[in-house]
């Protein structure tokens, strides 16, 4: 069973920055891709950032340029930088592991942006 617990949310005020971490626990043979999605209220849920094994990254629109997608290999953890944030980023994040052709998720951690 492959367990994914995230952490660092919070309250911020637009243009601050926040960061985001993954751990993941359990069996888990290899390197795995790993994302990073967002839910807000009334939105469906969106992939923000993903990052393959060999470390390709890739991010929606939105957040190009202001957020980063990083992981540690070893750890099978992953991370999501968050700069110059909006209003707009306001969401649940999800933290994604594909491992053995299902899809595990974290219970999410709050992100508000508000002044």
């Known amino acids: 069973q492959v367990q994914l617990v995230e952490s660092g949310g919070g309250l911020v005020q637009p243009g601050g920055s926040l960061s985001l971490s993954c751990a993941a626990s359990?069996?888990?043979?290899?390197?795995?891709?790993m994302g990073w999605y967002r839910q807000a209220p009334g939105k469906q849920r969106e992939l923000v950032a993903n990052?393959?094994?060999?470390?390709?990254?890739a991010y929606v629109d939105s957040v190009k340029g202001r957020f980063t997608i990083s992981r540690d290999t070893y750890k099978n953890a992953a991370y999501l930088q968050m700069n110059s944030l909006k209003p707009e980023d306001t969401a649940v994040y999800y933290c994604?592991?594909?491992?053995?052709?299902?899809?595990?998720w974290g219970k999410g951690t709050l992100v508000t942006v508000s002044s």
């Open positions: 359990g069996r888990i043979n290899g390197i795995s891709p």
């Open positions: 994604n592991l594909r491992y053995g052709g299902m899809d595990y």
């Open positions: 990052i393959t094994d060999n470390l390709n990254r």
